[in-house]
């Protein structure tokens, strides 16, 4: 029975907030002025807040709820430049004219999203618990295999992933299971600890000046007819020069444009209880961080202290309570180790993720101005991060050096898509589903 696979101490919440929660405790009431308003206080907000206050510029954040409840202490906490641009990259449907000198552009900058992250946690000391120890991609079907190997080359020339396949046989070099058809290894890759990296960031943007501000909800905004903005919030208006918006999964109805342009998803994990001493290193040798190429994906790592399995995906693509997607993730996780049945679940959890329809992420300008960062597909941690520095970098001096591929005026919408993707996420996912059984049975 479902109920079998919950540990006597069950809790549905972040696993991460065991080691840091979130708080109120550096909360300030908002100023009436700043130079610089930004909407959302995840990795990429407080990125932006830290960069403006090096360079002397103020900074006011609101988060609508606690710091830190939202995405950024609630993904897995993995980290990769390039390589997990995934389908945004790959081509498909792209105009092969200046496709090629596109992506070069785009996989260089999904490399200085991870340089960024890498950066921030040396120069501000943050207690972030990263290793780079790489990461294995297993490939759920020979065909899945064939696709990943035709990249390597540019994954290395391109995105400096230091890359190679492993084919089945040596499979276990990478991973205690014979549950994919090989895969590629990716040596530039690794994984923090979300929670603790998010509490780190949110202290030394603090301490840089910035006035944070939680409990606070943006609730509409107008633009001056002498430039600027005014933005009320529920604890009064703020009067800013420039106005950021960096919500991502939890973009809401005061930017419809934004919310036009993003879909919510998702992505949900679970953690187990502590295994037995040297069971988690015959699991992910080396504590590298693995995903997978299903269309269901899931990804996994073990915890940073090595004693358990935090295993994630897309159990449901819509919100669930833990009794619906918990065994989902446990019989995933099952499938790939079998030696984990009879492990018990001691945290269940869930948040959002946002994706583009062009599968990319973006930074830029709303029509009014507004500047925005979002659409991480699922891979925020390092990139929104590096989106916040590349936007207060714009701010600070105009341009960014070296060119960040993300900053465009191209962000898409579909016709009659009005950010509520509620109705079609089910039909999406059994649709999804379907597919990865037909591609395995056909395999």
Known sequence: MAADIFHRDFKAAPWWWEWWHPSNALSQDPPRKTDVLIVGAGYGGLSTALELRRGGIDAVVLEKGDFGVGASSRNGGMVSGGVNLGKGISGKSRD?????ARKKALLASGVESMTAIEDIIAREGLQAHYIRHGRFMGAFTPAHYADLAGKVDDFNALAQAGAEMLPRERQREAIGSDYYCGGMLVERAGHLHPAC??????????????VLCAQTEALAYERKPGGGYVVRTSKGAIEATEVVVATNGYTG??????????????????????????LPETLIPNSRAVADT??????????????????????RFTQAPPQVSAPVL????????????GVKITHAWTGNVAFAF???????????????????NGNGVAMMT??????????????????????????PTRRFY?????????????????????DRRAA
């Open 418 to 438: 009005n950010g509520d993707p509620s109705w079609a996420l089910p039909v999406v996912g059994a649709w999804y589903r379907f597919r990865d059984w037909w």
């Open 386 to 411: 590096y989106l916040g520095r590349e936007t207060a970098r714009k701010i600070r001096g105009g341009s960014n050096a070296p060119a960040n591929a993300f900053d465009t005026d191209d962000f």
């Open 253 to 278: 109805d005061v930017t419809p444009y934004l919310r036009r342009r993003l879909v919510p998803v998702a992505s949900h994990i679970i953690a187990t209880e502590e295994l037995p001493d040297g």
């Open 96 to 100: 092969a004219d200046g496709w090629q």
């Open 197 to 210: 990296y998010y509490g780190s960031l949110l202290a030394a943007a603090h301490k840089a000046g910035a």
């Open 358 to 376: 062009d599968w990319l992420p973006h930074m830029g300008r709303t029509p009014d101005g507004l500047r925005y960062l979002m659409a991480c």
């Open 330 to 341: 446990h019989r995933y996780m099952t499938d790939r180790f079998p030696q984990l049945k």
């Open 294 to 315: 299903k269309r269901v994906l899931t990804y996994y790592r073990l915890s940073p202290d090595g004693k358990r399995l935090i295993f994630g995906g897309r159990a």
